[in-house]
C-alpha cells in the first residue's frame, strides 16, 4: 500500500516540480501585468475587473511569501489555493470592451494553468514521509527551493506589488 501511495505521490509531483510551479505563477503574474497594462487606455473599466485583478495580484504576493516560508508541502498546498479563493473571474457585463474581456480571460486561464499545477494537499498528505522533497505532514522538511527558484519569487513578487499599484482607481 505504501508502494502504491508513493508511486501516486510520484506521479502528481514529477508532473509539477517546484521550478514548474513557479513558472507557471511567473505566467499568472505576466498575464497580471498585461491587463494592467491594457487597462490604462481604456475610458470604461467595470468595477469587477478592478476588483478581480486586485486579488489575483494579491493572491501572486501571497503566494510568493508562502513558497519561501519553508511550510511543510501540506501546509504550503492548503495556503497556496486559499490565496486565490477569492480570485473568481468576474462576469462582465455586456458592453464591455472587448479589450477587457480578452486581457481578463488571459488572466483567468493562467491562473486556472497555476491551481492545476498544485499538487493537491490530499495528495501530498498521503505521500509517505521522505517519499519526495514534498513532505505530507506540518511536521515533516518544507519544500526546497532552488537560488534560481527563490530569485524568480522575489522578481514575480516585486512585479506583483508594482502591478498592484498601477490597477486603475475608478
Not at 501572486?60 to 473571474?89: M, R
Request: charged share 15%; hydrophobic share 45%.
Amino acid at each position: 500500500m505504501k508502494k502504491l501511495f508513493a508511486l501516486a505521490g510520484l506521479l502528481a509531483l514529477t508532473a509539477c516540480s517546484t521550478s514548474q510551479l513557479v513558472d507557471s505563477l511567473d505566467i499568472v503574474t505576466t498575464a497580471a501585468t498585461a491587463a494592467v497594462d491594457a487597462l490604462q487606455s481604456v475610458a470604461s473599466i467595470p468595477p469587477q475587473v478592478l476588483t478581480y485583478l486586485t486579488a489575483v495580484n494579491g493572491g501572486i504576493t501571497c503566494t510568493t511569501d508562502e513558497l519561501t516560508a519553508g511550510d511543510a508541502a501540506a501546509v504550503q498546498a492548503s495556503k497556496i489555493a486559499a490565496c486565490f479563493a477569492v480570485s473568481l473571474q468576474p462576469v462582465l457585463p455586456s458592453g464591455t470592451p472587448s479589450t477587457v474581456v480578452s486581457v481578463i480571460d488571459a488572466v483567468a486561464s493562467a491562473l486556472a494553468n497555476f491551481l492545476k499545477t498544485l499538487p493537491s494537499a490530499t495528495v501530498v498528505s498521503a505521500t509517505p514521509a521522505g517519499a519526495f522533497s514534498f513532505a505530507p505532514s506540518p511536521k515533516t522538511k518544507p519544500v526546497k527551493l532552488s537560488r534560481k527558484d527563490k530569485s524568480k519569487l522575489a522578481d514575480i513578487r516585486k512585479r506583483a506589488a508594482a502591478n498592484a499599484g498601477r490597477i486603475p482607481k475608478k
